[in-house]
């Protein structure tokens, strides 16, 4: 049964985007396993959906946080870094010891160098050679992102618009620069590094803070209400091509797509009512929206494309995925959730 999300705070679209999100990434790996029609990755696309996760995160949180300084007039840093230690430690530490008990078992080929830089979310700069825990930097991406964005705010809302429109200017030649002295491949953090992704996550903050402000422009509510919109979703995954062109791609194309994304996610929250918005908020594509943390988690595990093993087979890879994953929503994930509802009661009671 597909349980219903009608939380208040729930924003329209967001849970379907997060479900489109998790199909282009899994799309991406799923490419090259045994039995899968597709042999190569096609546009990048695991790369598009992590992109778009970055950037929800950044409208989501800095959401959040805007809205309790309207409220109380300041950030509660504690409650805030509790809501995300409960929200994200439970199932991301429950993977990484699944993982490490593999891999002490012989499974998997996994350093303890390696494993120990995913259990303290610096596996975007740290060499990985292991693929089941390879997907980890975009969530050491993430964890830096939220050590830094709250603090951001503290410095006041001018300040923080203004640094947060410096990070998309400057990311680009950052990203440029560090590639042409650092042009060898094997050096992630080049890449994966929060320097690197940080525009996305900025871009997305940047809707949080400008998104009423933007919608009383009537240019943009045309351009947004107009047919020809459907242009820029299409150019999001057509400027994935150019990754094989790293300095096009880390100098241009990455802030064009993330604006093309920001322009989506806005034009899909606004608009939940019509054809594409009745899809994004339909009762399967929400449950995949909320599965997608743990489905990111456990993929890795399955859609290996350089495994024999039968697991990483299609489809047994994706039921062996959809069954951890589901697992992990229900078993982990809600008792977490659970747990901080009950302990934010009880403090309410003695406040």
Request: glycine share 6%; charged share 15%.
């Amino acid at each position: 049964m597909i349980e219903k999300n009608n939380s208040p705070d729930r924003i329209p679209s967001l849970d379907g985007l997060r479900a489109v999100s998790i199909g282009l990434v899994l799309f991406a790996h799923l490419c090259g396993t045994a039995n899968f029609p597709v042999g190569h990755e096609v546009f990048n696309t695991g790369n598009l959906g992590v992109r778009v996760f970055f950037i929800i995160s950044g409208f989501l949180i800095t959401g959040i946080l805007l809205r309790e300084i309207e409220k109380t007039g300041t950030v509660n840093l504690s409650k805030f870094y509790y809501r995300r230690t409960l929200r994200i430690f439970p199932a991301y530490y429950f993977f990484l010891g699944v993982v490490g008990i593999l891999a002490l078992g012989g499974v998997l080929k996994l350093p303890f160098g390696e494993w120990l830089s995913a259990v303290f979310y610096i596996s975007n700069y740290a060499p990985i050679s292991n693929w089941e825990i390879g997907h980890t930097w975009s969530l050491a991406v993430e964890e830096q992102f939220y050590l830094l964005m709250p603090g951001l705010l503290f410095l006041g809302k001018r300040r923080a618009l203004f640094i947060l429109c410096l990070v998309v200017l400057l990311a680009p030649f950052v990203r440029l620069l560090t590639f042409t002295f650092f042009p060898d491949p094997d050096l992630r953090w080049v890449g994966f590094g929060f320097q690197a992704n940080a525009d996305s996550l900025a871009t997305g903050c940047l809707l949080a803070f400008l998104r009423q402000e933007l919608w009383r422009n009537t240019f943009y509510q045309k351009f947004l209400q107009s047919k020809i919109f459907v242009v820029i979703p299409v150019l999001a995954v057509l400027l994935n091509y150019f990754s094989d062109h790293p300095k096009i791609y880390y100098f241009v194309c990455i802030t064009l797509i993330n604006f093309c994304v920001v322009l989506c996610i806005d034009w899909a929250v606004r608009f939940p009512v019509g054809s594409v918005g009745k899809i994004l908020n339909a009762r399967p594509l929400v449950f995949v929206g909320m599965l997608s943390y743990s489905i990111y988690l456990w993929q890795q595990l399955f859609l290996n494309r350089q495994s024999p093993h039968l697991i990483n087979s299609f489809p047994l890879n994706l039921l062996l995925m959809a069954f951890c994953a589901i697992f992990s929503y229900y078993l982990i994930e809600k008792p977490a959730l659970k747990f901080r509802i009950s302990l934010e009661a009880v403090w309410k009671l003695r406040n």
